[in-house]
């Protein structure tokens, strides 16, 4: 897995698409009814620098967040993990980014 490396008090910026494919039909961008969410914690500590946030929609089925991180932040891997609920589907995406 290639893991993005970003300095320590910059902006990241996580994109996500979200598709559905009902059965016999084709495969397509949707919003899912509960949202998009993201929750962003530190890989090593557990520690949660995002909690269960909601992503901005910029389109029918992409959304996008931007993780401002802080010069005093862990140095380190982080997880992104992207949670998109829905009444019948539920995606679940994750994203490994490393602060140096």
Do not use: C
């Amino acid at each position: 897995m290639n893991v993005k490396q970003f300095a320590r008090g910059t902006v990241v910026k996580v994109e996500a698409e979200i598709k559905r494919k009902p059965p016999f039909q084709t495969e397509s961008y949707y919003d899912p009814s509960a949202g998009v969410k993201v929750t962003i914690t530190h890989v090593e500590s557990g520690d949660t620098a995002v909690s269960t946030t909601s992503m901005t929609k910029h389109d029918t089925g992409k959304y996008f967040y931007y993780w401002q991180t802080d010069s005093n932040d862990r140095y380190g891997q982080y997880k992104i993990e992207i949670l998109a609920d829905d009444t019948y589907d539920a995606v679940r995406r994750e994203i490994l980014v490393e602060l140096v």
